[in-house]
């Protein structure tokens, strides 16, 4: 199974149902950008909640809504909201590196805390209604912190657990730590989805040809350079045309939105400066759109080059 990343900001409902619309099925399942519990107050969560109501979601890949805290109540009160809605499985994240939720020991801060952790899932789990699945990372600061982890999810009915094996404090720096994957990967009882780096059909091939025993693997910025890699790590067509045509649907939903003209050219610039390599371009055709200084401008420009792959 290939499985979306949660990417806050890229990933959300606009960009699942463009994907899926011109790729059907290239990605099994998505897994949304956090949900942020506060304690004593789900405003803040329920915001942002919008990006899984299933009536927004209809035409995007199947999606497991992700919660981001450690506050039992808020947690069990979203996550049977969510189940209420039809989702049966939330995901924990216990993988998140920026440094003021860890600080919290919210995210990879939860890492170096192992009976903190046990402490949440002994509160959450008995009332729980959707199952549970947790994205973790390797450790905060050390990658070993992972080993004291495992045990404390072993002891709970876990559905899968994602592993990014890089540190928090690691951001997205360096490689990602296969040796420690390696040793871990035999100590988890639950299903264990691979996340990390994977940009090319080689890299995957590559990941299950050493780990055969992982079947899924989440991808997040590999989609984002080349929306084409999950076709071509199932052998579906590759044409560049049909990066264009999720580039121009993504482009008809980000005009959609209710924000002003300049957030719009600021997210048509963010994607486009993650994917332009999928239409073969160079830095100078790239350019072309970034160098745009209006909407109607920078449209225009996206719009001439995209119509070359008609
Ligand atoms: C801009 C950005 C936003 C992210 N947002 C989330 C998030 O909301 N939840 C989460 O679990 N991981 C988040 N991640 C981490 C990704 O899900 C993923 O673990 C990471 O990018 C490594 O996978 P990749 O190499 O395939 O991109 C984010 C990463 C980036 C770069």
Not at 9 to 26: D, H, I, K, S
Not at 81 to 97: A, D, I, Q, S, T
């Amino acid at each position: 199974m290939l499985i979306l990343a949660p990417m806050q900001g890229l990933t959300e409902v606009m960009f699942r149902r463009a994907y899926n619309a011109v790729f059907p099925g290239a990605l099994d399942l998505a897994v949304s950008p956090f949900l942020s519990l506060t304690h004593g107050d789900l405003r803040h969560a329920l915001e942002k909640v919008d990006d899984v109501l299933p009536e927004r979601n209809v035409g995007a890949m199947p999606v497991v809504p992700q919660l981001l805290g450690r506050e039992p109540e808020e947690f069990v009160a979203l996550a049977n909201r969510l189940y209420e809605l039809g989702y049966g499985e939330v995901n924990w994240n216990v993988g998140c590196p920026m440094r003021r939720v860890a600080a919290k020991h919210r995210g990879s801060g939860l890492l170096p805390h192992p009976e903190e952790m046990r402490a949440v899932l002994d509160a959450v789990v008995p009332q729980l209604k959707p199952r549970l699945s947790v994205k973790v990372r390797l450790g905060y600061t050390n990658p070993r912190e992972i080993f004291a982890v495992v045990p404390v999810l072993n002891d709970y009915p876990i559905a899968s657990v994602t592993v990014h094996p890089r540190t928090g404090r690691q951001q997205y720096g360096g490689v990602p730590d296969l040796a420690t994957f390696a040793e871990v990967l035999p100590l988890i009882h639950s299903r264990v989805i691979y996340n990390g780096d994977i940009v090319t059909a080689a890299d995957y091939r590559a990941l299950r040809s050493r780990f055969p025993q992982v079947e899924d693997v989440m991808i997040g910025r590999g989609v984002l350079y080349n929306p084409l890699l999950p076709c071509e790590i199932k052998g579906e067509e590759t044409a560049p045309r049909r990066a264009a045509d999720f580039l121009r649907m993504l482009l008809a939903a980000i005009l959609e939105r209710p924000v002003t003209d300049e957030a719009k050219v600021r997210k048509i610039k963010e994607y486009w400066c993650l994917s332009y390599r999928s239409l073969h371009l160079t830095e100078s055709r790239r350019n072309e759109v970034l160098h745009a200084a209006t909407l109607p401008a920078t449209v225009a420009a996206l719009e001439r080059l995209l119509e070359e792959y008609a």
